[in-house]
């Protein structure tokens, strides 16, 4: 049985949420639990990025920081106000993981569509619009339709949207999907300057180097429940020593030999060879150097986000939850 997490709630919190689960009924009556006593929190002005493999629950969490779906039980505040509530949702904007666009529109016209269901005022759409669609990298002036864009382009219209009204949380449901590198790098820029600018930005995504590059904190989920939770450089700064030797031209007895033993990968033409044990390095080292091998170079291995994603995702203990399923709520 998982600890449950009950973090400190800091001064300042937009977004509270303390023992959340979320229980639905098969159509053959089972109860199943689709998040079990989840609890984190973010800070106003903060990056936070939420983890986990297909199915773990990220979405549902996301759906209840909406108020698009109502908890089993526990309890949670959005900006100060009640989940779900009308001046909560006012405040946020969102980007889910596979939005829908009426795509005989051109951006602008979806953006107009957009700006009169919040309520931005008609006087102050033109201009809104425009510097919105500047900031995603899509041209103010194109009529094109949308049937007509990439799925990156989507993406961004997706984004422009979401912050459209200038909303002080932001929530992104695997926002980086279907963006090249180019594309990518762009969207961060944006969350950073969201960020200086005050926002709050809650994200979930698969792409763990941007996950490490943008947040302070992260919440782990593995089968609804919350493996992890905390500062992105506490999570790294946990101890962990190895090291890698980068060689070429190793000879294959020992390509095989340290293959079996699980110690080496092969990249290219180069093959790198990790020693846990401190001790073992020199000697690790002078094999290869009496091979006849090239020694590229010896390093430290620094812990990274995706090692302790992992380690969480296929460690952690068992669960009674399952993954996507048809249902109905648990009353």
Same mark, same amino acid.
């Given at each position: 049985?998982?600890?449950?997490?009950? %973090?400190?709630?800091?001064q300042?919190?937009?977004?509270?949420?303390?023992?959340?689960?979320?229980?639905?009924?098969? !159509?053959?009556?089972?109860?199943?639990?689709?998040?079990?006593?989840?609890?984190?929190?973010v800070?106003?002005?903060?990056?936070?990025?939420?983890?986990?493999?297909?199915?773990?629950?990220?979405?549902?969490?996301?759906?209840?920081?909406?108020?698009?779906?109502? @908890?089993?039980?526990?309890?949670?505040?959005?900006?100060?106000?009640?989940?779900? !509530?009308? #001046?909560?949702?006012? *405040?946020?904007?969102?980007?889910?993981?596979?939005?829908?666009?009426?795509?005989?529109?051109?951006a602008r016209?979806?953006?107009?569509?957009?700006?009169?269901?919040?309520?931005? @005022?008609?006087?102050?759409?033109? #201009?809104?619009?425009?510097?919105?669609?500047?900031?995603?990298? /899509?041209?103010? $002036?194109?009529?094109?339709? /949308? *049937?007509?864009?990439?799925?990156?382009?989507?993406?961004?219209?997706?984004?422009?949207?979401?912050?459209?009204?200038?909303?002080?949380?932001?929530?992104?449901?695997? @926002?980086?999907?279907?963006?090249?590198?180019? $594309?990518?790098?762009?969207?961060?820029?944006l969350?950073?300057?969201?960020k *200086?600018?005050?926002?709050?930005?809650l994200?979930?995504?698969?792409?763990?180097?941007?996950?490490?590059?943008l947040?302070?904190?992260?919440?782990?989920?593995?089968?609804?429940?919350?493996?992890?939770?905390?500062?992105?450089?506490?999570?790294?700064?946990?101890?962990?020593?190895?090291?890698?030797?980068?060689?070429?031209? /190793?000879?294959?007895?020992?390509?095989?030999?340290?293959?079996?033993? $699980?110690?080496?990968?092969? !990249?290219?033409?180069?093959?790198?060879?990790?020693?846990?044990?401190?001790?073992?390095?020199?000697?690790?080292?002078?094999?290869? /150097?009496?091979?006849?091998?090239?020694?590229?170079?010896?390093?430290?291995?620094? *812990?990274?986000?995706?090692?302790?994603?992992?380690?969480?995702?296929?460690?952690? %203990?068992?669960?009674?939850?399952?993954?996507?399923?048809?249902?109905?709520? #648990?009353?």
């Open positions: 049985m998982i600890e449950r997490i009950r %973090p400190n709630v800091p300042g919190s937009a977004l509270e949420l303390t023992d959340i689960s979320k229980r639905f009924r098969t !159509s053959w009556g089972k109860r199943v639990e689709v998040l079990t006593h989840v609890g984190f929190n800070a106003q002005g903060t990056v936070y990025g939420l983890l986990g493999p297909n199915g773990a629950g990220k979405s549902t969490t996301l759906k209840i920081v909406l108020g698009l779906m109502k @908890p089993s039980g526990g309890e949670g505040r959005v900006l100060g106000e009640p989940l779900g !509530s009308v #001046a909560a949702r006012q *405040r946020i904007g969102f980007l889910p993981e596979n939005p829908y666009f009426y795509d005989y529109l051109s016209e979806f953006l107009d569509t957009c700006a009169s269901l919040t309520g931005l @005022p008609r006087q102050n759409r033109r #201009a809104r619009i425009d510097t919105t669609l500047e900031r995603v990298g /899509l041209d103010p $002036g194109a009529g094109l339709r /949308l *049937r007509k864009y990439s799925k990156g382009m989507l993406q961004r219209i997706g984004l422009a949207q979401a912050i459209l009204h200038d909303p002080d949380l932001l929530i992104l449901d695997e @926002p980086m999907s279907g963006l090249d590198p180019i $594309g990518r790098r762009q969207v961060r820029d969350i950073l300057d969201l *200086r600018e005050g926002k709050t930005i994200f979930s995504s698969h792409i763990l180097s941007d996950v490490e590059a947040c302070e904190r992260v919440g782990i989920l593995v089968k609804g429940e919350l493996r992890r939770e905390g500062r992105v450089a506490d999570l790294l700064g946990e101890s962990e020593h190895r090291y890698e030797i980068e060689t070429r031209n /190793l000879p294959a007895t020992l390509i095989r030999q340290w293959k079996e033993k $699980g110690w080496i990968r092969e !990249s290219g033409d180069r093959i790198l060879l990790t020693v846990q044990d401190p001790e073992d390095l020199g000697e690790r080292v002078q094999q290869v /150097l009496r091979s006849g091998a090239t020694l590229l170079a010896v390093k430290p291995v620094h *812990r990274s986000l995706e090692d302790v994603f992992l380690h969480h995702a296929e460690t952690g %203990p068992p669960s009674t939850s399952m993954g996507p399923f048809v249902g109905r709520e #648990a009353a």
